[in-house]
């Protein structure tokens, strides 16, 4: 089993930045990729971004290509995603995911574990 613990959310203005934080424990050698999602409500969760076991970035959504950054650091089993000049529509709860069965995938059913989310508003 794998145990994914969010950090990082908060209230910003626009043009402002987040570091969000996924820290992962238990069985993480298993976990070949994680995920960014984020969802608001009445709307299905979506990837913002991904990076593969190997610490390569595999994905990242159109709306937030050259505004974000995922990494990783495997002594601390934690996956960061920089989020950079931020707008009101980046507004959501962000959850991390891990997924075992393969690499990054856009679809949040290929992902075996998430975590408890964590709440990021933007303000105009």
């Known amino acids: 089993q794998v145990q994914l613990v969010e950090a990082g959310g908060g209230f910003v203005q626009a043009g402002g930045s987040l570091r969000l934080t996924c820290a992962a424990s238990?069985?993480?050698?298993?976990?070949?990729?994680v995920g960014w999602f984020r969802q608001v409500p009445g709307m299905e969760r979506e990837l913002r971004g991904c990076?593969?076991?190997?610490?390569?970035?595999?994905y990242y959504a159109d709306s937030v290509k050259g505004r974000s950054t995922i990494s990783r650091d495997n002594a601390l089993n934690t996956v960061y995603l920089q989020m950079n000049s931020l707008k009101p529509e980046d507004t959501a709860v962000y959850y991390c995911?891990?997924?075992?069965?393969?690499?990054?995938?856009?679809?949040?059913?290929?992902?075996?574990?998430w975590g408890q989310g964590t709440q990021v508003t933007v303000s105009s």
């Open positions: 995911a891990a997924r075992s069965m393969g690499g990054c995938d856009s679809r949040p059913t290929e992902y075996n574990y």
């Open positions: 990076i593969n076991w190997s610490g390569i970035s595999s």
């Open positions: 238990g069985r993480t050698f298993s976990v070949y990729a």
